[in-house]
């Protein structure tokens, strides 16, 4: 049972222009939100977070927006970099545990 | 943010043998952390939570008696796999909370021959 879903494995875009990473969520006892970034061989590296009190969080380049009705998240990254290829990860939080979604690897193309 | 570190950050061991990973949150003190397992291309898969000073909570389908878990401070965290066989070969991340937040370590690569 995947509480946490990220539907697309894979995402190209182009330098300059916006990434969108999307993830899905079934548990409705979740109410932290939580995006990660990792490289082959690292460990994941916390970028945003998100309360389930908010419906959006900017930081930077990055900004993640909630929908509890929808049970959906995303995150948005603008401009896109070429070091911001990796593989990204969303998390979610109810009990203190982390449940994670499958993740979406991200290719900005120069 | 906050920092994490793992040690080693990779170890080849023989099949029977056991190994000890270590897991240190470096400028904070963390009563829980967490241990997991990523295979190649897929999630991180939470293996058990370990709380400073008490026992560690496993999650279902992983033997407590082969991934022995120590947390006897607040900046550190053991994951000892005990007699490793090929399969236990992974990579062990462990992540350190910090109020809402984890905080992952690099990771360890284990391979077992």
């Known amino acids: 049972d995947q509480q946490v879903k990220q539907n697309s494995p894979s995402l190209s875009v182009q330098e300059g222009r916006i990434s969108i990473l999307n993830c899905d969520y079934t548990?409705?006892?979740?109410?932290?939100f939580l995006w990660y970034k990792k490289y082959p061989a690292e460990g994941p590296t916390f970028l945003i977070s998100?309360?389930?009190?908010?419906d959006k969080n900017e930081d930077g380049r990055f900004t993640v927006f909630l929908n509890k009705s929808a049970k959906h998240l995303s995150l948005h990254i603008v401009p896109s970099q070429p070091g911001d290829s990796a593989v990204y990860f969303c998390?979610?939080?109810?009990?203190?545990?982390?449940?994670f979604g499958q993740g979406t690897t991200l290719q900005v193309k120069p | 943010g906050a920092v994490v570190s793992q040690h080693p950050s990779w170890v080849i061991c023989k099949s029977g043998t056991s190994v000890k990973i270590e897991c240190r949150s470096l400028?904070?003190?963390?009563?829980?952390m967490f241990w997991y397992r990523q295979f190649p291309k897929q999630s991180l898969m939470l293996m058990a939570t370990?709380?400073?000073?008490?026992?560690?909570?496993?999650e279902q389908g992983v033997e407590k008696d082969k991934f022995l878990i120590n947390h006897a401070s607040l900046t550190l965290s053991t994951l000892t796999v005990t007699s490793a066989h090929p399969e236990d070969s992974s990579f062990y991340i462990c992540?350190?909370?910090?109020?809402?937040?984890?905080?992952f370590g690099p990771g360890t690569r284990l391979t077992v021959t």
């Open positions: 992540s350190a909370r910090d109020g809402r937040e984890q905080y």
């Open positions: 548990n409705s006892m979740f109410d932290y």
């Open positions: 998100i309360s389930s009190i908010k």
């Open positions: 998390a979610a939080s109810g009990t203190g545990k982390l449940i």
């Open positions: 400028d904070f003190q963390a009563t829980t």
């Open positions: 370990s709380n400073e000073g008490s026992k560690a909570t496993y």
